[in-house]
């Protein structure tokens, strides 16, 4: 039961730990080679891979793969998915269930001339389909073990379709996250084109920016197209004006303004389709058109365009409302009288006014695009301050964890190391009992004469002496481990000695170093009056001196430590340095992260050299820097006020835990 309950544990932590990487990550085979990691430390992982699926394209492509015999795929390689019995990995994929084969099923599909993948056969193969929200296949993740002591049970089974429904998840918002920055990218280069093209036009056209201008402040008004009219009608003759808005959806053009000598506004709020009309012409060819009579009745003639529309008009304009691959419809001009015919030089202003039409709606549109997107982004944002603020809490909670096992194990050690003087106190009293028993005996007798009574004495003398050291020692290592247990759990400022006070601490240290040839040296004058937190001063010692015990001397019997301070000023400076094996850069530049480790899974929480940094600069009010190399030790230097000064409104600033 115990292991059952340490297991599930494991896989809730590999579970929170898969959320924060998700958080965390923006590379996909960097999660994709921790969630690895982790899956290795609840099950036997040592073949792994995730496969991927892409709908478009119906293929498969191995993003991230370990395996002991076979030389792993290329990434970028895409396979086409043919049918669910090409491999077991297609099979997962397309029928989107967990697939669990032995190698005995395997060599039974061989017999039966069915083809069932590639590679070296597995002893036991589980794979477990990724899906998203509406259940459809993102790929699929696999372990396999070649080795037959290695069998995945029923747990395994359930425990691997738990973290690979978390990684589907994950992998959904990776996903996310990638669209959107391309679709960001996307609109990004459309923006700078249309602003380009825009400078363009302001160059060739300058005189008519302050019209152009007009018509995009107006673009958002309820008279839009009323005042879009006007405009236009102080630069070439438009008593005929129309604009029809153009529906992607729908294939359809709806009209909305329309001002007509022959028809009036009786057109105005129709819908009509797509076709072959002039106005659909003009959106097919997504150029300005200047059309006169002859050319309509030729248009017509030749079947180019169909006579939907009055042919009394003389001269006629239809520009398109176009940005990039965006319509949003189409001008129109036309005159019914043979004196007023329109140019090439009108059906450029028109053009030119057209575009920046569009340009006004397609900033709308863009608009509303953002705003969405800053809705969606809020929503996002609002779920990973949830989940950092649950990050913050349980990591709070391991400190204090670490904090109450580092007291347990000060007071195991004391316990045990208080037996022994205990033990001599014991015997050496039981004897005196013996002795005078003895003596009395002789003297009821009168057999006891001055030689006898004198070696009595000498025993007595003896024994007390004895049980006066032992009690010393015992009352000694009671009242260092009674001041520094009580400092450590308690979060009040004292005055303190710091020399005596470091004394005390390595007494109660002492069980650590009991069977070993290590040395610990105090360079530190009397006198260094402290008023400050003892219990974070006591706290950075016990973490410092056990790190350097688990990681500095680890296969060593013998070492040197070496605690130097001195007071300069207002200030302490303070130096811990021992001659173990040392740390690469990589390793010191992650000293200080909460829950890094070099000994995972063998006691080693990654929380000792944090909450020491957080205990020096935070209760303590200082500084902390760490040195080292491989081969060359490990040396941290630390500064601190000698009288801490923590003003009233400062909230929790005198916790020994780091976290204030």
């Known amino acids: 039961m115990k292991k059952r309950l340490e297991r599930l544990e494991a896989v809730q932590n590999a579970v929170l730990e898969i959320s924060r990487l998700s958080a965390a990550c923006s590379d996909i085979v960097s999660f994709l ?5 982790i899956t290795g430390r609840i ?68 017999r039966e001339n069915k083809t069932w993948g590639t590679g070296t056969r597995a002893e036991h193969w589980m794979g477990h389909p990724l899906l998203d929200h509406q259940r459809q296949s993102l790929g699929v993740m696999v372990v396999q073990s070649y080795d037959p002591t290695h069998i995945y049970t029923e747990e395994d089974q359930k425990i691997f379709g738990l973290i690979a429904a978390h990684v589907s998840a994950a992998l959904q918002s990776l996903f996310s996250v990638d669209r959107l920055e391309q679709a960001v990218r996307e609109r990004t280069l459309m923006l700078e084109h249309e602003i380009e093209e825009r400078k ?25 197209f009323s005042r879009l009219h006007e405009i236009i009608s102080q630069l070439v003759p438009s008593k005929n004006f129309m604009v029809a808005l153009f529906h992607e959806d729908s294939q359809e053009f709806s009209i909305e303004y329309s001002v007509d000598e022959v028809d009036g506004n009786s057109a105005l709020g129709k819908r009509f389709p797509l076709g072959s009309g002039m106005t659909s012409y003009v ?117 204090d964890q670490d904090r109450l096992a580092s ?15 205990l033990g001599i106190c014991v015997t050496a009293a039981s004897h005196i009992v013996e ?27 003896q024994s007390l002496r004895i049980l006066m050291t032992n009690c010393l020692r015992g009352a000694a290592l009671v009242r260092s481990f009674k001041q520094v247990a009580v400092d450590q759990s308690s979060e009040s400022i004292r005055e303190f000695d710091l020399r005596a006070y470091l004394d005390e601490v390595l007494l109660s240290l002492q069980p650590k170093l009991k069977g070993h040839q290590y040395k610990v040296q105090i360079d530190c004058p009397p006198g260094i009056l402290m008023r400050t937190y003892p219990g974070a001063v006591s706290q950075i010692l016990t973490n410092m ?116």
Do not use: C
């Open 283 to 399: 959106i097919q060819n997504r150029q300005t058109q200047l059309i006169n009579r002859a050319q309509l009745l030729e248009m017509i003639d030749n079947g180019t365009i169909l006579a939907l529309g009055s042919l009394a008009v003389y001269s006629w304009i239809g520009a398109p409302l176009i940005v990039g691959d965006a319509v949003y419809g189409v001008i129109i001009l036309q005159s019914y009288d043979a004196a007023v015919t329109y140019s090439e030089a009108d059906k450029d202003l028109i053009a030119f006014v057209a575009h920046h039409v569009a340009a006004a709606f397609a900033r709308m549109k863009a608009d509303e695009n953002n705003r969405v997107a800053k809705e969606q982004l809020k929503l996002q944002n609002d779920a990973l301050n949830q989940m950092l603020t649950a990050l913050k809490k349980a990591q709070k909670e391991l400190v």
């Open 545 to 660: 001196l056990t790190n350097s015990l688990m990681h500095g001397f680890e296969g060593r019997d013998e070492g040197h430590i070496l605690i130097r301070a001195h007071a300069e000023q207002d200030n302490v400076h303070m130096r811990y340095a021992d001659d173990g094996v040392g740390m690469s850069q990589a390793a010191l530049e992650k000293l200080f992260e909460p829950f890094y480790t070099t000994k995972r899974g063998q006691g080693g929480s990654g929380l000792g050299a944090h909450i020491s940094y957080n205990l020096v600069t935070g209760p303590l009010g200082g500084t902390l820097n760490a040195s080292s190399s491989p081969g060359q030790g490990l040396t941290y230097e630390m500064q601190f006020p000698r009288i801490r000064t923590v003003p009233p409104s400062a909230s929790g600033a005198g916790r020994p835990d780091g976290m204030a």
């Open 435 to 461: 002795e005078l028993a003895l003596v009395r005996k002789e003297l009821e007798q009168e057999r006891l004469d001055e030689s006898g009574l004198n070696a009595f004495f000498d025993v007595l003398d």
């Open 33 to 37: 080679q921790s969630v690895h990691q």
């Open 43 to 110: 099950m036997y992982a040592a073949n792994f891979y995730v496969a991927l699926f892409d709908h478009a394209t119906h293929s498969v492509r191995y993003v991230y793969e370990v395996d002991e015999f076979d030389t792993p795929l290329d990434p970028e390689q895409r396979f086409p998915l043919d049918s669910p019995e090409a491999s077991p990995t297609a099979w997962v994929i397309l029928n989107r269930r967990p697939l669990v084969m032995t190698a005995e099923e395997d060599a039974a599909r061989e």
């Open 200 to 224: 363009k036009a302001e160059t060739l056209q300058r005189v008519l920016f302050q019209i152009a201008e007009l018509s995009v402040q107006a673009s958002e008004d309820d008279r839009k």
């Open 407 to 421: 007291l347990g194990r000060l007071v195991a050690g004391v316990a045990h190391e208080i037996n022994t003087p």
